[in-house]
């Protein structure tokens, strides 16, 4: 109490001031409609910034939590289709490869924590590892289409060699003729890749979607890789193609490993 006092006594001046001031600034803002209008308006103005930002902030978290929500909820579909084709082709009466149809895949989703794109052999470390059945060279991809290769594991994290790494390589294939060749990254355009090794005799135009082959114990055949922006032949009768890549990996924030059934028996006779 004698505290209070001592505050009191020592600063009653400023008090007063502030206690005439509200007095005045009352009496003005109920004796004019103008002053009323402008102070309310003074007020609305903050008033509105300040929700903007709030509303800026909530919807950001939001907007997050919703495509997390929407990209687990595409791995799950994903998940749903590769099932309904392994009951497809689990039938003995239908004819079917069984490198480019090795089964039912499985899915594994993933955030992805750290990336790089700025290197020579980039590299990008997903929320995923051995205990949710992650293991070296699986095949990542996004919504877009592929994105990369598991490089080492741990038991809730993995580092992933990126489609952006000069050390990958994917079999890949044009969609419309079946043609296949590697595809590598040339250290240069982010958003680019090469095709090389596909014949001259065959059509190449621009525009044409680039697959994986399914040539691999990595990708099934069919996922989306770019499509041709240019070729040339190079190199005796061979074409060498520029591809736009579908996915941009400056911008990757959710992932699906692709672990794919029969991945070790092919390796075996990839040896």
């Known amino acids: 109490m004698e505290s209070l006092y001592r505050f009191f006594l020592r600063y009653h001046v400023f008090l007063i001031f502030l206690l005439l001031e509200g007095i005045s600034f009352t009496l003005i803002y109920k004796s004019s409609n103008y002053q009323q209008s402008s102070m309310m308006s003074k007020i609305d103005a903050v008033k509105g910034f300040t929700y903007s930002i709030t509303s800026k902030w909530a919807g950001y978290f939001g907007l997050k939590k919703e495509n997390e929500a929407l990209a687990k909820e595409n791995s799950a579909l994903l998940n749903k289709i590769s099932m ?67 490089h080492r594991v741990s038991s809730n994290y993995s580092t992933v060699m990126s489609l952006l790494n000069i050390d990958f ?42 697959v994986t082959s399914g040539y691999s114990a990595i990708f099934p055949e069919g996922i989306m890789v770019g499509t041709v922006k240019s070729a040339e032949v190079k190199k005796g009768n061979f074409y060498e193609i520029k591809v736009l890549l579908s996915a941009d990996l400056s911008r990757m924030h959710y992932v699906n490993v692709v672990d794919l059934p029969q991945r070790d028996e092919i390796k075996e006779h990839e040896r």
């Open 84 to 150: 309904y084709e392994s009951v497809i082709f689990s039938d003995p009466t239908a004819i079917r490869d069984t490198l480019s149809h090795p089964g039912r895949c499985n899915y594994i989703f993933a955030e992805v924590i750290n990336n790089s794109t700025n290197r020579q052999h980039n590299t990008f470390i997903i929320n995923a590892g051995s205990k949710q059945r992650v293991e070296p060279e699986i095949g990542v991809i996004s919504e877009e289409g592929v994105v990369g290769v598991v």
């Open 169 to 210: 390589k994917l079999s890949a294939k044009l969609k419309r003729t079946g043609y296949f060749g590697p595809l590598t990254w040339d250290g240069k355009n982010i958003r680019e890749a090469i095709m090389i090794e596909v014949p001259q005799h065959a059509e190449v135009l621009k525009g044409d979607t680039i």
